[in-house]
């Protein structure tokens, strides 16, 4: 009787909530610099992003959907995958087309958008941001306060506010700029569960290849 009782009670449960497509309330823009994720990752993976000729600087990790605290990922949708000329297209900004599948594959679908205005949206997005040209200019690895990387962002982008920004940091190094827009691409504060700022005051930061 009781193990008949457990199953009712197991059947009787609400199922598990499921991420969808279009619910959700604001979006992180992800930018990484793309000589600290290659001295991270990419020099050990060959990606052609690290190659000496792409002359990369901050690009695009991702436009991601986001609730007030957590994420959706992975949803289901009706949408047309992405082809491979649509995340080639992508490269200029997010490094390589691999990272413009799986930003759409992960996040993408989440949006309720399809692919094509996903992609149109996150170029958007990337393009309202000014990026600090005084990364690009140096010519060796320097260790910086996480702060610097955040207050260069402040100034090239007022009305920017740093609730609205967090910089992150990997393994000793400087990692990203996530910036916090409404889904209009508006700045808005960051949910409290990503605005947790790097706190080093010697991170290092590689010059672009």
Not at 164 to 185: M, N, P, V
Request: net charge negative; with cysteine.
């Amino acid at each position: 009787m009781q193990r008949l009782l457990a199953l009712l009670c197991l059947m009787a449960a609400p199922l598990s909530a499921q991420d969808r497509g279009g619910d959700f309330d604001y979006y992180v823009m992800s930018l990484s610099w793309s000589a600290n994720w290659c001295a991270l990752e990419g020099d050990a993976r060959g990606s052609p992003q690290c190659d000496a000729s792409a002359e990369f600087g901050w690009i695009l990790h991702g436009l991601w959907p986001q609730y007030e605290t957590g994420y959706p990922a992975n949803c289901p949708t009706g949408e047309r995958a992405p082809s491979h000329s649509d995340t080639a297209a992508m490269a200029d900004i997010m490094g390589t087309p691999g990272l413009a599948w799986h930003q759409w594959r992960k996040h993408g679908v989440c949006s309720g958008l399809s692919s094509d205005d996903y992609f149109a949206l996150s170029r958007e997005a990337f393009g309202r941001i000014n990026r600090p040209e005084v990364f690009h200019a140096l010519t060796r690895q320097v260790t910086l306060p996480a702060s610097l990387i955040e207050e260069a962002f402040l100034k090239e982008n007022a009305p920017l506010e740093a609730d609205q920004i967090t910089i992150t940091c990997k393994s000793g190094y400087i990692q990203e700029a996530r910036i916090c827009l409404t889904r209009d691409l508006e700045f808005r504060d960051c949910g409290p569960d990503v605005i947790r700022d790097c706190t080093m005051t010697s991170a290092q930061f590689d010059p672009m290849r």
